[in-house]
């Protein structure tokens, strides 16, 4: 290749090509010029045309200014430079004639050459102008236009008008020439540009390629030593990944996912996801299909069944593959097995909603309690003053059956307090160490006169069951209840079973069910073959007076009954059910190994021959009804009857009275001292005074989960008069029993 080597002052940079043609123009004409410009002074002074020698000089001493003083603006210098040959044009056709057309052609070149082709028209203009002003005005040289022999305005515009349409088709044509070579200039300048920046590009990427072969030889040792890490934390954290291929319908699984499913080869996406449960199955699959089409992404929980036939939980997590066009072309993510951390959810859930229901029974009961002492304390007034009254009228007074009624009432009332107090676990327990076996069997019959004829009774007793420490009548109860309850779910006959069994429950169950203790326990269970229950209903079968049976046909409290007795004895109820399958109740009691006992009791006492007395009697009650009610039953059989509202006035009235108290009957809940306070302060000034203790339910004062303490006498509400003189006649006579009289009797 030869290279032509260019001159400084002729160069043309591409970017700044008109400025550096203004330069060549420039030093062109200053060099030329100035050699013209001698000989044509001397012609035109030698002429006579002194004008046309002034327009030489001044012209090339302008272009010889513009091309010294750099500084000058560009655009200016261009416009400077054209003008002078304009001016040099003007001057030609005022004093020469033809040959200023030259001129004025070369103002409108270099000024379109220069400045711009808008700028070339503006001399096109500015020429048309002065050769029309020069013929108007009659100044342009004769020789222009033919006008050698006068003045012919016709003909002037004749020239004119062809001098501007050539004008105008030269400047138009380098126009278009400049502009297609500014365009193509302006190409190869981009193109020389990026030339540039994709030879450094290149030269960077060669660097950083050389780099990167150097490190990927490092890293290539650390990628394999990191993919055995993968592996082992995938396996660690039971953590796989998988692929589904939409065009080509191909499923992928890592090795740890097809490890977690127990499979040894690829399945299918159908064969994938039949391994699911039926919800998990159909969830997963609305959730890969809906990922496919419009790629929305999904965190998933599903029960799978491995080929062993074992339950796990995964949590399968989805996300979309898209190309270039952003259409979807794959779902890939993540496949962890959570089955211990759900199993330990649902146990957790499990346990919470056990024990919010425990809860629950727990403040029922607290409102049942309470409600039942209130309710004591009415039904003593009503039935004290009822049977007050029935005593003092003959048998077959109108009166008197009236009243009776109002006592049968008064009675069915208190056996539903004496129900609500089961359930609360405040009613006073009995307890021994018994056999459960017998207890079975001693209610047989009456069980299947329960039943009735259409349903069957099998007893299925287990020999080798061990003792429980319970209250043999409150068992009897809670057969009785759930026996009854089981008839009821039958109205077309079935079967009822009673089973016993000696059971462990080890800390796997009891972990499952709230407030068990694992260990040795006897069990107790009624099972069916009714109706069943779906789950909202056993949720609330233990509550008090909820019942699905017709209100005629229960009170909806024997299984509260139940409930509170197992409680109250330190054991469970569970109940199994589905509807249509029949139902299962289990009761666990603790098991004692302590030698079997009979039960001993105060209420075993032999009734009194006589319920009079002469006694004296400290009665200490706050509620005012009660308190005029007992009174006047003991004092109508002649006691002596010292009566207070609360421990204080009690107190005061032992000081004050001095003769023997034999007895002081007292409420156990009272405001400010409760009644066992009250006895142990009132021990050592009255020693010989016998206390028998009265409430509507159990308070720890007197009563330690549920059993009386040792040595305590005590009378449940509601208080009736026959009930009252009974207990304080044998308390009396148990008295005198075991004690000396006193010197002051």
């Known amino acids: ?202 030269v960077r990427l060669n660097t950083a390629l050389e780099t990167e072969v150097a490190q990927r030889a490092r890293n290539e040792a650390a990628l394999q030593e990191n993919r055995a890490l993968l592996r082992i934390a995938g396996s660690s954290a039971r953590l796989g990944g998988w692929r589904y291929d939409l065009r080509s319908q191909t499923l992928q699984w890592s090795e740890e996912t097809r490890a977690l499913h127990g499979l040894d080869h690829e399945p299918s996406i159908d064969e994938a996801i039949g391994l699911y449960e039926p919800a998990g199955r159909q969830l997963l699959s609305a959730a890969v299909k809906r990922c496919a089409e419009d790629g929305t992404a999904f965190d998933i929980e599903a029960e799978v069944t491995d080929p062993k036939d074992a339950a796990l939980w995964f949590r399968v997590i989805g996300n979309a593959v898209r190309d270039v066009d952003g259409t979807v072309t794959q779902v890939h993510g993540s496949l962890q097995d959570i089955t211990s951390q759900k199993t330990a959810e649902l146990r957790h859930a499990k346990l919470e909603a056990q024990l919010l229901h425990a809860q629950k029974m727990d403040a029922v009961g607290s409102l049942a309690g309470g409600i039942a002492h209130d309710f004591n304390n009415l039904l003593s007034v009503i039935l004290g003053y009822a049977e007050l009254i029935v005593s003092g009228l003959p048998a077959d007074d109108a009166v008197a059956v009236d009243l009776q009624e109002i006592i049968k009432a008064g009675e069915r009332a208190s056996k539903l307090t004496k129900q609500l107090l089961a359930f609360s676990r405040k009613q006073i327990l009995q307890p021994t160490v018994l056999e459960l076996n017998p207890v079975v069997v001693g209610v047989e019959k ?141 009761i666990y009691l603790p098991r004692t190994d302590r030698p079997a006992s009979s039960s001993m009791s105060a209420a075993a006492a032999a009734l009194p021959t006589s319920l009079r007395g002469t006694e004296t009697i400290l009665l200490v009650e706050d509620e005012e009804q009660v308190r005029d009610v007992m009174r006047s039953a003991l004092r109508a059989n002649g006691y002596n009857v010292l009566e207070a509202q609360n421990g204080g006035e009690a107190f005061l009235l032992c000081e004050q009275f001095t003769a023997t108290i034999h007895l002081m009957v007292t409420d156990v809940v009272m405001p400010r001292m409760s009644g066992r306070q009250l006895a142990e302060r009132l021990a050592p000034l009255r020693p010989e005074m016998s206390v028998l203790y009265v409430s509507g339910y159990t308070e720890n004062t007197i009563v330690h989960h549920g059993v009386l303490d040792a040595g305590i006498e005590f009378l449940p509400k509601p208080v009736t008069p026959m009930a009252l003189l009974t207990r304080v006649r044998q308390v009396l006579d148990q008295r005198a029993a075991n004690r000396a009289p006193s010197p002051r009797e």
């Open 1 to 202: 290749m030869i290279e032509h080597k260019t001159s400084r002052w002729q160069k043309l940079r591409p970017e700044h090509w008109r400025a550096d043609l203004l330069r060549i123009i420039q030093l062109t004409t200053s060099v030329l010029g100035s050699l013209v410009c001698i000989p044509s002074v001397y012609f035109a002074l030698q002429q006579g045309i002194v004008a046309i020698a002034v327009v030489d000089v001044v012209a090339i001493v302008v272009i010889i200014a513009l091309t010294v003083f750099q500084r000058i603006d560009v655009r200016v210098r261009a416009a400077g430079t054209s003008l002078v040959f304009y001016g040099v044009g003007v001057g030609l056709l005022i004093a020469v004639g033809p040959v200023s057309q030259i001129y004025l052609f070369a103002f409108s070149l270099l000024t379109t050459l220069l400045m711009s082709v808008r700028a070339g028209l503006v001399s096109v203009v500015l020429n048309a102008i002065t050769m029309t002003a020069a013929g108007a005005f009659g100044i342009a040289h004769p020789e222009m236009g033919g006008m050698r022999h006068g003045y012919d305005l016709t003909g002037w515009l004749v020239v004119t008008g062809n001098f501007v349409f050539l004008n105008v088709s030269l400047v138009a044509a380098l126009g278009a020439v400049l502009a297609a070579l500014e365009s193509a200039l302006s190409k190869s300048l981009a193109s020389t540009a990026a030339l540039k920046r994709e030879r450094a590009d290149l």
């Open 446 to 586: 009456m069980l299947v006169r329960v039943l009735g004829e259409h349903v069957k009774l099998t007893v299925l007793l287990d020999n080798t069951v061990g003792k429980v420490w319970a209250d043999e009548g409150q068992l009897e109860q809670v057969l009785l209840n759930l026996v009854v309850n089981a008839r009821d779910a039958m109205t077309d006959g079935g079967n009822v079973t009673i089973e016993t069994a000696s059971v462990v429950l080890d800390d796997s169950y009891a972990a499952d069910h709230a407030g068990v203790v694992a260990g040795r326990y006897v069990m107790l269970a009624v099972t069916d073959t009714g109706v069943g229950m779906d789950k909202a209903t056993q949720a609330r079968i233990f509550e008090p007076f909820f019942t699905t049976k017709d209100k005629s046909k229960g009170t909806g409290l024997g299984l509260s009954t139940v409930y509170g007795i197992v409680q109250q004895s330190g054991g469970h109820i569970w109940v199994y059910s589905e509807p249509g399958q029949g139902t299962t109740f289990k």
